[in-house]
């Protein structure tokens, strides 16, 4: 059964059944009622006759009934008092041998009721004289060692008409009511499920290559305006596709940007490895100096190609950041050994590489790619410093710390700071052969400060060079977690 079917029949069964049983409930307290107005009635005759009864100061007894009121009641022709078009009257002995009657009961005779006693001496119930129901009021008279029992009867066929004719116009509201429900429920569901119907059909055509024009779709030509001016949950599910869609766009354009950059970086070494090889199998036997020279070319184009695909490697593990095993580490230690590392490839270029730290802040993460993360920084700064200093600075806030490397190289324009960590992203294209790399490692930089909670950003420093700092959440632990 379909979304709008599954909607329509649920809200008509839940409507129905709730107003099924409101005209249930309606319907019995109308009928409460109706019985409570019979038992008044019923009630006051016979409360009538009962103080009729105990107001004669005379003994009672039935086996002289001539004495006082007694005589009065055991009389048939003396009951007309009470006797009227809805009040029928009966007087029977205590044994419910009857007595007295009044003259519209003609020859029907109320029965006993055996649920009478001296101590239930009150009762009502429901009879049927002459095919007409009647509602009677049974009263247990005791004095001394004399009783009697009074019934008190009043036609019910006139309430009994009234309520079928309530039930009756009460079941035809209900018909029409449910009817209604119904055809709303089903308007209600296709409402509903129309706008998702028209989502379906546009995200079923969605393909890897028309992922903008299906965005664009949804916010134009089939439903999208509609959809976007609702301010509800559907409106929210058609933006929340549609920015979805956006961001798969970009996620795809990268990806196919990063499969053309490497394709690009790749077939430069590769052409070279070849054509070296070539040359090596043509001229190598009878030259040794193409030999050497032909090697020497393999060797650092292979290196190249071994730092790329490291790099990438890098890159994919840093992605899968729930995967990447995580303790506590003292990022000033980790940032020491890195720059002390780093002096040798300082020093042959003559440039001062300085650490200092302000605190010794403990984050979590992965030492290996902490000292990659801090190494590529370091690398870079010395790679495009030819004169000065690399400085490398650790610190730390109430709930961050922080690693910074700055140089005194040519820095970075600010135009290019928000492309810098691209994959492949080389700032200066002329200088992309000069400048070995594989234009990776600031990428790897942004990824390993990514899944370890923070981030990587470039700016200008104060003396005019490049300035880099990684931001990471710091942890407080006990001295002794840190072993």
Not at 81 to 99: E, H
Not at 121 to 144: H, K, S, T
Not at 357 to 365: A, E, L, Q
Not at 452 to 471: D, I, N, Q, S, Y
Request: glycine fraction near 8%.
């Amino acid at each position: 059964m379909s979304l709008k079917w599954r909607i329509a029949l649920g809200y008509s069964v839940l409507l129905i059944v709730a107003m099924t049983a409101m005209s249930g409930l309606i319907v019995w307290r109308f009928q409460q009622i109706l019985y409570d107005q019979a038992e008044t009635s019923v009630n006051a005759t016979m409360k009538a006759i009962v103080q009729f009864a105990q107001q004669s100061t005379t003994p009672f007894s039935l086996e002289d009934p001539s004495v006082g009121t007694l005589q009065f009641l055991f009389n048939s022709a003396n009951l007309a008092t009470w006797n009227s078009a809805n009040s029928f009257v009966q007087v029977d002995s205590g044994d419910g041998y009857p007595l007295a009657k009044t003259a519209n009961l003609g020859g029907a005779t109320i029965p006993t009721n055996p649920k009478l006693s001296a101590g239930h001496d009150v009762a009502y119930r429901e009879i049927v004289l002459g095919g007409r129901p009647f509602l009677v009021e049974d009263r247990y008279l005791l004095e001394g060692t004399n009783s009697a029992v009074i019934h008190v009867a009043e036609p019910l066929d006139t309430l009994k008409r009234t309520f079928g004719r309530a039930r009756q116009a009460i079941a035809v509201v209900l018909a029409a009511t449910a009817a209604a429900v119904v055809i709303f429920s089903i308007l209600f569901a296709s409402e509903v499920t129309t706008p998702i119907n028209a989502l379906a059909r546009e995200m079923r055509e969605i393909g890897s290559d028309r992922l903008s024009l299906a965005a664009s779709t949804l916010d134009g030509k089939v439903g999208g305006n509609r959809l976007r001016r609702r301010d509800d949950e559907i409106g929210r599910l058609a933006k929340s596709f549609n920015d979805l869609l956006a961001r798969l766009a970009e996620a795809f354009a990268r990806e196919r940007q990063f499969i053309s950059d490497a394709s690009h970086e790749l077939k430069t070494p590769l052409t070279s490895i070849n054509a070296n090889a070539q040359m090596l199998l043509r001229w190598g036997d009878q030259n040794t100096t193409i030999r050497r020279e032909s090697l020497e070319t393999i060797v650092r184009e292979s290196s190249d190609l071994a730092g790329m695909v490291n790099g990438m490697l890098t890159l994919a593990k840093a992605d899968r950041g729930d995967e990447i095993p995580k303790e506590p580490l003292s990022l000033a230690q980790i940032a020491s050994e890195v720059a002390h590392n780093a002096m040798p490839r300082a020093a042959e270029k003559r440039i001062d590489l300085t650490f200092e730290h302000g605190g010794t802040p403990i984050v979590y993460g992965d030492a290996a790619l902490m000292r990659q993360m801090i190494g590529n920084l370091v690398d870079n700064a010395i790679k495009f410093t030819e004169r000065g200093r690399v400085d490398v600075r650790v610190g730390e806030a109430p709930e961050q710390a922080w690693v910074e490397v700055a140089d005194t190289g040519p820095g970075i324009a600010e135009g290019e700071r928000g492309q810098i960590f691209e994959r492949f992203y080389r700032e200066d294209k002329a200088r992309s052969r000069i400048v070995p790399g594989t234009g990776l490692g600031l990428a790897i930089v942004r990824s390993i400060a990514r899944v370890h909670g923070g981030e990587a950003t470039a700016g200008k420093a104060p003396g005019g060079g490049a300035l880099f700092r990684v931001v990471l959440p710091r942890i407080k632990l006990p001295l002794t977690e840190l072993s």
